[in-house]
């Protein structure tokens, strides 16, 4: 007869999770401090985090995405207990939504999860929900002649977003502000696109704002609105996050009731969900519904300002346990938490400075300064979130508090850039690409 011990620890439930990603490593951090499952974790074979999991599924980064689903499916196929799986980025979503469908487990709808990694088709929802969004207009990306190009964006009005309809990161989102700018935008965009097609947008003009949530059985509970520190140029890039968002109650509470509009609009029923809109002179006007948790550590900021655990949330959504979205609306926000990130000229990391002063200005129980290079990298123009240089998280009695200190502290550090020698071989890595302190 088996021992009950041995019994009970077979039986143990099971979270996947394909792929970290960069800037939510603390959803390990709170996984694995419950005892409740075991963590499985699909990730590059060179992070150094992936050694926290229970189960390691190590990839390459040339794995084709079949073969990851199917060591995914292994690990999930030999789970006896309880089991989900769960992704961050946008690239992997597809991958959960096949494997939820095929084992039977707690996810929004597979289709939805697919078609939201379209930016064309999630416009096409909203529009038809009356859901406020840009004009927009969607087309092959190889349209050749410029001539060709100013008749497919014909009726829109300059200045244009073109944009990958299945891209993330602000890869490929490029503006062009005239005529005389559409061919190079058009270029640049269409480097991104795996599916062929471009999505062009009129421009939104306002503030960038966030909105977090969580979603039951089609009822969801907002979270927090979080505010942006956004390039407006050419480029798109984050350079900041705060929560919660300065913008006064009557303007939240049609921000909340935007929100929830657009996921019911794209049919997002269960999980966590990063939905993003601009402020403008006319109201809220959606940019992209993310159905997945935030990056940049914006889950960080709500843990530090309202006590709650958005991945211990993403846990219990996947593996099909009780959230209770009405207790979710109660703790209070008991201050204010930022980030704000770091960059460079282009050119080579020589070293780093005033990391040790800054790391003195910091409270180590809940604020942290995270590099994401190191001395031999390559620093490239800022034209995705995907270059930038690291971070610092900060809290204050109030948003404009810890703002002003995530603006201060990261100006005393200083990533010292010059031009290649004619002989030198710099490393060629994304700094985001691994995570280091």
Not at 115 to 142: I, M, Y
Not at 163 to 188: C, H, I, T, Y
Not at 205 to 218: F, K, L, M, W
Not at 271 to 291: D, Q
Request: overall charge negative; hydrophobic content about 45%; aromatic content about 4%.
């Amino acid at each position: 007869m088996a021992d009950t011990k041995d019994v009970a620890v077979a039986a143990k439930a099971l979270l996947l999770l394909i792929r970290v990603g960069c800037l939510r490593e603390q959803a390990l951090t709170s996984w694995i401090s419950r005892t409740d499952f075991d963590l499985a974790v699909a990730e590059s074979a060179t992070a150094a985090y992936l050694r926290l999991a229970d189960q390691q599924i190590p990839l390459s980064p040339r794995r084709p995405a079949r073969d990851t689903y199917e060591a995914c499916r292994a690990a999930l196929a030999a789970a006896p207990g309880r089991k989900g799986v769960v992704g961050f980025l946008d690239s992997t979503l597809p991958l959960v939504a096949e494997l939820a469908e095929e084992f039977g487990l707690p996810s929004c709808s597979p289709e939805t999860l697919r078609n939201l990694t379209n930016k064309t088709w999630a416009r096409a929802r909203l529009a038809e929900s009356a859901v406020p969004g840009p004009r927009f207009r969607t087309f092959e990306a190889a349209v050749a002649g410029p001539v060709e190009r100013r008749a497919a964006v014909a009726g829109l009005t300059y200045p244009l977003i073109l944009k990958p309809d299945d891209s993330s990161a602000g890869r490929g989102v490029v503006r062009a502000a005239d005529q005389g700018e559409l061919d190079s935008a058009w270029q640049e965009a269409a480097r991104f696109t795996r599916t062929g097609r471009l999505l062009a947008e009129e421009e939104l003009v306002g503030e960038e704002i966030s909105v977090e949530t969580v979603t039951v059985q089609g009822r969801t509970a907002v979270l927090a609105c979080t505010e942006k520190l956004t390039t407006r140029g050419t480029s798109f890039v984050e350079l900041g996050q705060a929560v919660p968002a300065r913008i006064g109650a009557d303007l939240e509470a049609l921000v909340r009731d935007v929100a929830v509009r657009a996921l019911k609009a794209v049919g997002f029923d269960h999980g966590i969900a990063h939905t993003e809109m601009i402020l403008t002179a006319e109201g809220p006007r959606i940019v992209e519904v993310n159905p997945r948790p935030a990056g940049d550590c914006i889950a960080d900021l709500i843990r530090l300002t309202r006590g709650v655990d958005l991945y211990g949330i993403a846990a219990d959504l996947a593996l099909g346990l009780d959230v209770d979205l009405d207790t979710l609306g109660l703790p209070a926000f008991t201050g204010g938490a930022a980030i704000r990130f770091l960059t460079a000229a282009p050119g080579v990391v020589r070293r780093v400075d005033g990391v040790a002063e800054a790391g003195r200005s910091l409270d180590p129980a809940r604020e942290r300064l995270v590099l994401l290079t190191r001395p031999g990298d390559v620093v490239e123009t800022v034209d995705s979130n995907l270059h930038r240089l690291g971070y610092v998280v900060t809290v204050g009695a109030d948003t404009a508090t810890a703002v002003e200190r995530a603006d201060r502290i990261a100006a005393l550090v200083h990533v010292v850039t010059s031009p290649p020698a004619p002989d030198e071989e710099p490393a060629r890595r994304l700094p985001s690409a691994e995570c280091w302190t």
